[in-house]
């Protein structure tokens, strides 16, 4: 990024820095938050209960569902395996959830595994072998997996086969050892990084974008009714409008005020609970929470807007450059608070406006 490449203007942006600000962002804020999009392996368990079982059970992704339908009613007439399938989009979306549904669409079992995981041809070459006819293999983060277990996976995904070399050296030989028809379905949060032979091979493409706030609602009301919890329609948009587009960021969200009401509450989930917990939580009216808003306030009254590099503005909130860039930029770019540019990060009208602040100049002239 053209930023990072310009460590001699962030040793400028910190000279120029006022000190007068300094007490306004020294606080260091956590990586981890209630509208991260990520999941650690205690909240996939708690997530386990609240995911759809059936295709009609999935809110929202209209287009891509239905397609899915077409394709699962389709081979299930033919009695065959579908084509595989590869899911993109950010994370929290559903694509596990998808990749559950279709293994219960077809009636047939699921393996899971991710590509951090094979890192070495015999470690898929073991998955596949002992797939059973009609299965489905759900590999997550499929664009992480090793370049040898990837040439073995093309392979397999077109000709159902894969090469068992035997022996070492000069002597070595391989002995194809057939597969019976199975399903790959395929996650990422980054397709581009997929090599073009590995896209070519799913028969089928989906892209899950994020969900509007009705359709938010929809997921915690259904959510809410198999918690056993009441859940007012005004607190579920109250809660809907704070998830940044993502039902995983919703649920916990539920979860957290669903927490409070029991607590301090009367163990209903109305607005005023709904609001309550998440200023307890620190989560803003926008779905902001302590990060971005140390971002936004840095870049607004440290640096007048910027432009300022990465480097620079994770050293003025207290985080590492790959947290402010990973967790807090991709939501506050989407929302149009902040902007990219050659030079570095700048303070969009929005920001300005959320913060409560005016600009010091023409936004415009920033990207000049």
Same mark, same amino acid.
């Given at each position: ?162 090469d068992v070399m035997v022996g070492k050296g000069a002597g070595a030989s391989a002995i194809p050892l057939a597969l019976p028809p199975f399903t790959v379905v395929g996650a990422t949060t ?14 089928f493409t989906g892209h899950l974008d994020f969900y509007s706030s009705d359709e938010l609602e929809q997921v915690l009301l259904r959510s809410a009714g198999l918690l056993d919890v009441q859940?007012?329609? /005004? &607190? !579920? ?10 039902? #995983?960021?919703?649920? =916990? $969200?539920? *979860?957290? %005020? ?13 607005? /005023? &609970? !709904? ?10 009216? #926008?779905?902001?929470? =302590? $990060?971005? *808003?140390? %971002? ?36 506050? %770019? ?35």
């Amino acid at each position: 990024m053209a930023d990072r490449r310009s460590s001699g203007q962030d040793a400028d942006e910190r000279d120029a820095a006022d000190p007068r600000e300094e007490s306004l962002v020294t606080e260091r804020f956590p990586a981890e938050s209630l509208v991260r999009p990520g999941a650690d392996d205690l909240e996939r368990a708690a997530e386990a209960a609240l995911r759809p079982r059936r295709l009609g059970e999935f809110v929202g992704q209209r287009v891509v569902r239905e397609q899915l339908s077409v394709v699962l009613q389709a081979a299930r007439m033919r009695g065959r395996a579908p084509d595989h399938v590869l899911l993109s989009g950010p994370p929290g979306l559903g694509k596990t959830t998808l990749a559950m549904i279709i293994a219960a669409e077809l009636g047939a079992s699921l393996r899971v595994t991710s590509g951090p995981a094979i890192q070495h041809a015999g470690d898929l070459a073991a998955v596949l072998s002992s797939l059973e006819e009609g299965e489905v293999l759900f590999l997550d983060e499929i664009h992480r997996i090793a370049r040898p277990a990837e040439e073995l996976l093309y392979v397999a995904m077109e000709d159902f086969r894969v090469d068992v070399m035997v022996g070492k050296g000069a002597g070595a030989s391989a002995i194809p050892l057939a597969l019976p028809p199975f399903t790959v379905v395929g996650a990422t949060t980054r397709a581009g990084l997929l090599p073009a032979p590995l896209r070519d091979r799913f028969g089928f493409t989906g892209h899950l974008d994020f969900y509007s706030s009705d359709e938010l609602e929809q997921v915690l009301l259904r959510s809410a009714g198999l918690l056993d919890v009441q859940l007012a329609g /005004a &607190a !579920a948009s109250e809660i809907a409008g704070r998830s940044r587009g993502t039902p #995983r960021i919703a649920n =916990r $969200l539920l *979860r957290r %005020v669903r927490d409070w009401a029991q607590v301090r509450g009367d163990g209903r989930l109305t607005l /005023a &609970a !709904a609001r309550a917990a998440l200023e307890v939580y620190e989560v803003d009216e #926008r779905g902001l929470d =302590r $990060l971005d *808003r140390g %971002v936004l306030a840095a870049l607004c009254t440290r640096f007048g807007g910027g432009p300022v590099g990465l480097t620079t503005l994770a050293v003025a909130v207290g985080e590492e450059p790959e947290t402010v860039e990973t967790v807090a930029e991709p939501f506050l %770019v989407r929302e149009g608070l902040i902007g990219r540019t050659p030079r570095g990060r700048v303070a969009l009208p929005a920001a300005w406006s959320h913060l409560g602040l005016t600009p010091p100049h023409d936004p415009g002239t920033l990207f000049a």
